[in-house]
């Protein structure tokens, strides 16, 4: 099972950007799935993006489809968030998450703050 670890959050004006970064352990990366998931204040945490193991499937909240792009790097454990033309409703708890085709999303991150300053 992998471990996941986020960085890269961070206050930014409005229109600005941030690249999150979730780095994994173990030998399987490529078997998962992996997730950005984001819960502001007072909300309940909602889907941000996703990407197939193989990198070829990603999927996007409406809400940041043509502003946020995710992609990983398999040789690195690694799965990115670059979030672009950032607004203030961005403001969020980040949280990277992965799972396996057959379960659901089981494999958390801590989190990591994301701020968009008006």
């Known amino acids: 099972q992998v471990q996941l670890v986020e960085f890269g959050g961070g206050l930014v004006q409005t229109g600005g950007s941030l690249r999150l970064s979730c780095a994994a352990s173990?030998?399987?990366?490529?078997?998962?799935?992996m997730g950005w998931f984001r819960q502001a204040p007072g909300k309940e945490r909602e889907f941000v993006a996703s990407?197939?193991?193989?990198?070829?499937?990603?999927n996007y909240a409406d809400s940041v489809k043509g502003r946020f792009t995710i992609s990983r790097d398999n040789a690195k454990n690694t799965v990115y968030l670059q979030m672009n033309s950032l607004k203030p409703e961005d403001t969020a708890d980040c949280y990277c998450?992965?799972?396996?085709?057959?379960?659901?999303?089981?494999?958390w991150g801590q989190g990591t703050q994301v701020t968009v300053s008006s």
């Open positions: 990407i197939s193991g193989s990198g070829g499937v990603t």
């Open positions: 998450a992965a799972r396996l085709p057959t379960t659901d999303w089981d494999i």
């Open positions: 173990g030998r399987t990366f490529s078997s998962y799935t």
